[in-house]
């Protein structure tokens, strides 16, 4: 089952279930947090609770999608009411394809035939990333997004700011999760995401990653509950004035990644202050290609997207670059 979050400017809030020409709109929850925290508390499977609160008002898909109607897209995964109780983070070296290009960056300042950081971290998950059920493995790299602020939906701007470098795509699975009343963490589903960082920044030193990740990122349109991650392909393009600059083919999955999906998810909960009860995490799982290794420079409008099979329609996002000065943001003293 695959789920998509709507607001309309005089209805507010809505979930509804996809189909493919049709969103139906359920009758009680206004929000797939609200669905899925009923599901928890209840015991009952959160496909069985949607399903038996199916109203009968439908809308038109593809109006929605492409922005001609009166319904927006939201993130299909959010906390509705409290932005700074959703936790935005990822994963990143889980891909081969990935290492070596932060192989390359870092090349620059070590020179060629030095073993990175960055490449010995790829090859500790490959060694003992993937452990047996119920045993732990070695950690993966762990970078921080933002809080729920930061999250945009389908269709919505990714802005680059005055103080960024540049901002490109990277196009990844993103895993959205509950933390239940009793403290344990759910898996709500998966859905696909554009992660957005500033990699102009993160090439001038990899000590930047930190900082170059700290941008705004997008999921959708779809959160697909149930979904298997076992070997996901999928594809990745620009757009610029209606036509397709650049693209190329992208596969994610436990078969295509050095870290389980289990390991990868224990180092994100095993922190208490990360199982907090009314939590909400959007976690980035990584993927394997993105423009900014072809040498592709982003412009202003430039049209973003991903798509995964069996995640439902594209995620669409234009670019935004602010040309205007940077600010100085002056601390006062209390005293």
């Not at 994963?91 to 960055?118: I, N, W, Y």
């Not at 009343?181 to 102009?200: C, T, Y």
């Amino acid at each position: 089952m695959n789920l998509v979050q709507l607001r309309h400017s005089k209805r507010g809030r809505r979930v509804a279930i996809a189909e493919e020409k049709q969103l139906r709109l359920l009758d009680e929850y206004t929000s797939t947090y609200a669905l899925a925290w009923e599901a928890i508390r209840s015991g009952v499977e959160l496909t069985t609770l949607a399903s038996k609160h199916l109203s009968r008002e439908e809308l038109d898909y593809d109006s929605v999608y492409a922005g001609r109607s009166e319904w927006q897209i939201l993130p299909p995964f959010d906390h509705p009411e409290e932005p700074a109780r959703c936790l935005v983070s990822g994963t990143g070296l889980t891909h081969k394809a990935s290492a070596a290009r932060r192989q390359a960056m870092h090349e620059k300042d070590s020179g060629p035939k030095v073993v990175t950081d960055s490449m010995r971290m790829f090859q500790w998950g490959l060694e003992g990333g993937r452990p047996a059920a119920g045993s732990i493995g070695v950690q993966p790299e762990w970078f921080y997004k933002g809080r729920g602020e930061v999250l945009r939906g389908h269709g919505e701007p990714l802005e680059v700011p005055p103080y960024a470098h540049d901002g490109g795509e990277e196009p990844e699975m993103a895993g959205a999760y509950l933390i239940g009343p009793s403290g344990d963490p759910w898996r709500v589903g998966l859905a696909i995401g554009n992660e957005f960082s500033d990699h102009k920044m993160e090439a001038k030193n990899y000590l930047y990653l930190a900082p170059a990740k700290l941008r705004a990122c997008a999921i959708g349109p779809e959160l697909a509950v149930g979904a298997e991650f076992e070997d996901i392909r999928g594809g990745v393009r620009i757009e610029r004035g209606g036509r397709a600059i650049w693209s190329a083919e992208i596969a994610t999955g436990e078969a295509n990644m050095s870290h389980s999906l289990a390991n990868i998810e224990y180092h994100q909960f095993k922190y208490a202050a990360h199982r907090r009860p009314g939590d909400v995490h959007i976690h980035f799982i990584g993927a394997d290609a993105f423009s900014f290794g072809a040498g592709i420079e982003l412009l202003d409008g430039d049209i973003m997207v991903v798509e995964w099979q069996g995640l439902g329609r594209a995620l669409r996002n234009p670019i935004r670059i602010d040309r205007s000065p940077e600010s100085y943001v002056r601390v006062k003293g209390v005293s």
